[in-house]
């Protein structure tokens, strides 16, 4: 079945050609008959952890699909498609991949990569659904995640990405400082004379964000009564200034923010649910800096170029680098930010930052010993393999592929990796023939669009 797919693909836009899924980089399609092992081990090899788009497509029973499309998710693939029932498969994934190449075309922009440091998969899929949802959309857009992980960045993204023709300003209040009795003028003005002390009339931040972005940050530090005032403006846009009997229209997009988990809030009568699902209609997590570590040395260089923008920054040594990379970041990139601030003003002369730049209180107390990097998410891991019922030869396998094409993927090259992983090339080179002798579970293929 696999030519007529490959014609319909072509009739559809999508250039196909057949690659080894040893060898597979960029965006791509799988196409099986059969689900098994194997196929999942070749979706994440050829997603590199989801880092490339890569369609999942079953070309069987449509019921054995249904029982794999999650498990084929968690290992890489950006969509899972049954090709017999769906209406129009070849064009539903040629717009798909049309779709993705825009969105990673705005992701790897210098506006994007210069502003929102970070290559990890994990902070890769939150640009992606960044850049996604306001470039395609015009839905509220609430954004969450802990202190210092750059909700403010990424409410800024999304307002200069936005399409409107007749974007105007991003209008910022953080709801953590407004004062109650001063609410109502803080959100929608007021007139003259409404109040003592107002001489004149004034916009609240309804009024000055139409034809713009309003960003709510914070807006889980809102009490109920606050939180109630915002009801109708934030679902009809329509708002009264205080004193006044006139409703007025503003037409914005609305952003908000909140290191509070504010579905949670709501089961527990903090939050309002009536106002969560207003301003909820794309969610977007920011992950810790603890879940993308690989993003910490970029992070640095970039901050230390801020610093130095007209010289070189200094390099780190490799004491330096490994105290970074096993530190905590409580603080998250504000965090890591203040840090190597701190380190960048005790460095003086040419030559690396070096051990003796880390601030006192930032240095390890008592016996040092080699970091272990057998972290919670390392034995959650095993513990889950363990829980269903994998054995210790396949666990052990697993890590080891995992290993190889994470230095594959870091270093560039099968020799840097050996090297980066302490074995020789013909130990590698000869792991990647047994793997490609596994049965296969269908037709790996790369693919491009048309321009």
């Not at 090899?45 to 070309?59: K, N, W, Y």
């Not at 610093?307 to 490799?318: A, T, V």
Request: hydrophobic share 40%.
């Amino acid at each position: 079945m696999a030519g007529p797919t490959i014609d319909a693909l072509a009739d559809a836009g999508v250039a196909t050609y057949e690659v080894d899924p040893e060898e597979a980089s960029g965006p791509g399609l799988v196409l099986f008959a059969e689900p098994g092992q194997a196929l999942f081990d070749a979706v994440r090899r050829a997603s590199r952890g989801g880092l490339e788009r890569v369609i999942a497509v079953g070309l069987g029973d449509d019921g054995v699909l249904a029982t794999v499309a999650w498990r084929l998710l968690n290992a890489g693939a950006s969509d899972v498609l049954a090709w017999r029932t769906r209406d129009r498969p070849a064009s539903a994934i040629a717009a798909r991949l049309e779709r993705w190449a825009e969105v990673d075309r705005l992701v790897d922009a210098p506006m994007v990569r210069d502003n929102l440091i970070g290559t990890s998969p994990a902070w890769t899929a939150t640009l992606r659904h960044a850049v996604e949802a306001a470039r395609f959309t015009d839905a509220s857009v609430l954004i969450l995640g802990e202190t210092g992980t750059g909700k403010e960045l990424v409410a800024r993204l999304i307002h200069s990405l936005d399409r409107r023709q007749r974007r105007s300003d991003l209008v910022v209040l953080d709801c953590a400082t407004i004062v109650p009795e001063l609410a109502g003028s803080e959100f929608f003005g007021h007139e003259r004379g409404a109040y003592t002390g107002a001489v004149t009339s004034r916009d609240g931040c309804f009024g000055l964000a139409d034809g713009g972005t309003l960003f709510l940050d914070e807006i889980g530090e809102l009490p109920l009564p606050l939180q109630a005032e915002l009801l109708r403006a934030v679902q009809e846009r329509t708002y009264k200034r205080v004193g006044s009997n006139v409703w007025r229209k503003s037409h914005f997009r609305l952003v908000c923010a909140s290191n509070r988990d504010l579905l949670r809030e709501v089961g527990t009568g903090a939050f309002r649910s009536d106002l969560y699902y207003r301003i909820a209609t794309v969610v977007i997590r920011l992950p810790p800096l603890r879940e993308r570590v690989t993003d910490v040395i970029p992070l640095v260089h970039a901050f230390l170029a801020e610093l130095h923008p007209e010289r070189d920054s200094p390099e780190l040594d490799d004491a330096v680098r490994e105290h970074l990379l096993a530190r905590d970041y409580p603080g998250n990139v504000r965090d890591l930010r203040q840090l190597v601030y701190r380190m960048a003003a005790r460095h003086v002369g040419p030559g690396p930052i070096s051990v003796g730049d880390i601030p006192l209180d930032e240095r390890p107390v008592g016996d040092v010993t080699e970091s272990d990097w057998r972290d919670a998410a390392f034995e959650n891991a095993i513990r889950r393999a363990v829980s269903l019922g994998v054995g210790l030869k396949d666990i052990g396998h697993a890590a080891t592929e995992i290993a190889v094409d994470i230095a594959v993927d870091v270093e560039g090259s099968l020799q840097g990796a050996a090297r980066q992983l302490g074995v020789t090339d013909r130990t590698l080179q000869l792991r990647r023939a047994a793997r490609r002798a596994k049965p296969g579970m269908g037709t790996s293929l790369g693919q491009t669009l048309p321009e």
